[in-house]
């Protein structure tokens, strides 16, 4: 009985595990869309999110089975509690990327970021995909250092996210009011993005240590 | 012992109501921070963060000590999860509150909005204002027809984000870059409370029917 209930919450978390890598492409994707114009991907962003939608909803019923059958106690309870509050920030961090990818689509055939600005959004675009593939690995093998190195990855795109505003409220600013909107609200995505992938990891740190975070407060 | 458990579940619906309450206040104090360019009321706004952060946690413990002890099943069940949630949400809320009077406090002794504009942006505060206010009224009551009635006012906010867009990004728009990024971040907070709000009352209807609201796809 508990064997099983151990395979279930395994499965939950190879569940889990999946949806942040859908939610990796999301972001690789929603990038190119953003970065090369295209609606066409963008499109592919904003369709596909209804996938993570469903698989969002797989893992809460399953999560919900378990804990109204099995009534689970101390770490197995922390544990389910922990995966439902994980598949809400990765959906939202799938949300996420469908915002890059409605202002990328908001602005073709032009393109959203001017040239010599993109070093900088590219960037922060990186950091967030490279946090997300960490996270669907993090869940996998619930590797609490992985976890805790994460936090150092969200200080590079802090700093990343001040550089960008520096350039856009600078005096060398030439491109106007809209590519100036769109740059802050970009930041802004990428630096959500980021958030909750430090969330997800603080949680794997969580759920197999049974202890907050240190910089969770 | 079953009235006891239900004495406590009631017990966390009044300090999630409470809570609401305290984020109905951090939002009216971060929109007269800004309004006012008030820097002393934007770092009340900021410290007093704190304490909806260790309202939370009390929610948070309680619902699990209930959860591990009286196992509960069904909609019992259903109910200290949806409080987790709703908790959650809450302290979003009270987080963006936080941004909002961080920009407030970024512009002093100048205000951030320019007076032209200050009608929508005080517009889209003062839904912000009455959804978290409803919102606490809706926990406290579980009052389900007002709960749906929420997603109208959220409209109201979407064409509120919409028409402040069409200011910032207007032919007439002449106060340059910084507050129009300044005001587009803030149309995002405003909007994400309201949000987090309707999520919040969908959850209440969802405790109550034990059905997803009709919306909340």
Redesign the interface.
């Known amino acids: 009985m508990r064997e099983a209930f151990h395979d279930q919450l395994d499965s939950i978390f190879i569940d889990l595990s999946g949806i942040a890598r859908q939610v990796q492409e999301a972001v690789a994707q929603a990038t190119e869309a953003l970065l090369e114009g295209s609606a066409e991907i963008a499109e592919q962003v904003i369709s596909n999110d209804v996938k993570i ?1 469903l698989a969002r909803e797989r893992v809460e019923d399953q999560t ?1 089975s378990l ?2 059958l099995q ?1 689970p ?2 770490g197995d ?2 544990t389910l ?1 922990a995966a ?2 994980m598949v ?1 920030d990765l959906e939202r961090m799938g949300d996420l990327a469908v915002h890059v990818a409605k202002i990328a689509r908001l602005r073709v055939p032009e393109r959203a970021v001017p040239e010599d600005v993109e070093p900088t959004i590219r960037k922060m675009a990186m950091v967030a995909e490279l946090m997300t593939g960490k996270v669907a690995d993090i869940i996998a093998d619930r590797d609490v250092a992985a976890a805790a190195d994460l936090h150092e990855v969200d200080e590079k795109m802090d700093q990343l996210r001040r550089k960008s ?1 520096r350039e ?2 600078g005096a060398n ?1 030439t491109h106007g ?2 590519p ?2 769109d740059l ?2 970009l930041g ?1 995505y990428y630096e959500r993005i980021a958030d909750h992938a430090v969330s997800v990891a603080d949680r794997v740190h969580y759920v197999v240590t049974g202890e907050l975070a240190s910089t969770d ?1």
Request: hydrophobic share 70%.
């Open positions: 939608d919900f804990l109204s009534q106690v101390a309870l922390r509690v439902l509050r809400s505003f856009l409220l600013w009011i809209e100036a909107v802050a609200l802004r407060a």
